[in-house]
């Protein structure tokens, strides 16, 4: 059962541009909603994260966008660059636990031309 | 100063071999987890220790055994193994606890395995 969506698998565009990946959980114990980016040959690196009270949350170039009702929520690169060129994970946790367990999207690879 | 380490980062092995994976934390971390990457890119947890205690196995082939010897450290033995195994692991660690909000998973750098 794959508890948290996320699409596209792959996404191309041009310097400049604002990529847009989105994904959507099932259960509603989730809490906590992280993204993680990911380069070739490393281990994935937290790039912002999102609790369900706020509906958007900003940080530098990189937006989340909550859904809460929808249980969806969306990664947003401003004026994206070459060196954003990674790979991206959406995951889910139940924050308040004493576990920590990340459930993850399956990626979206994204490659931003110059 | 690395976070998370984990060694060695190639292992390439023969099927049946028995092998580990040896991961540190210098973050004061009370959680480890143990992570798999398949060639789709997929991650997945596998287990979770809190304070060296085992919180979460995902139904995971009994081949795989972690080891906590205490809370800055996670290693993992794989016993028999098999070319499913070929995959990148990696060791991650959070401070987690009964009534807080969990914070960041910090990520080792992987170890690529591959059985031939």
């Known amino acids: 059962q794959q508890q948290v969506k996320q699409s596209p698998q792959s996404l191309i565009v041009q310097k400049g541009g604002i990529p847009i990946i989105n994904c959507a959980y099932e259960n509603t114990a989730f809490d906590y909603f992280p993204w993680y980016q990911q380069f070739p040959g490393k281990g994935p690196a937290l790039l912002i994260a999102i609790r369900p009270d706020v509906s958007e949350k900003k940080e530098g170039r990189f937006t989340i966008s909550f859904n809460k009702s929808a249980k969806q929520f969306s990664l947003h690169i401003m004026d994206s660059q070459p060196g954003d060129s990674a790979t991206y994970f959406c995951?889910?946790?139940?924050?308040?636990?004493?576990?920590?367990?990340?459930?993850f999207g399956q990626g979206t690879t994204l490659q931003v031309k110059p | 100063d690395t976070a998370v380490s984990q060694t060695p980062k190639y292992l390439v092995t023969q099927m049946g071999n028995d092998k580990s994976i040896k991961c540190e934390q210098n973050?004061?971390?009370?959680?480890m987890y143990w992570y798999k990457q398949d060639s789709k890119k997929f991650l997945k947890i596998m287990f979770s220790?809190?304070?060296?205690?085992?919180?979460i196995n995902e139904t995971v082939p009994n081949r795989f055994s972690p080891k906590s010897p205490d809370k800055a450290h996670l290693n993992l033995h794989i016993n028999s193994l098999e070319l499913g195994d070929s995959a990148v692991y990696f060791c991650a660690s959070s401070q987690t606890g009964s009534g807080l909000l969990n914070t960041e998973a910090f990520f080792g750098q992987g170890t690529r395995l591959t059985v031939v």
């Open positions: 995951a889910a946790s139940k924050g308040s636990s004493n576990t920590g367990k990340l459930i």
């Open positions: 973050l004061g971390h009370d959680t």
């Open positions: 220790y809190n304070n060296k205690e085992l919180i």
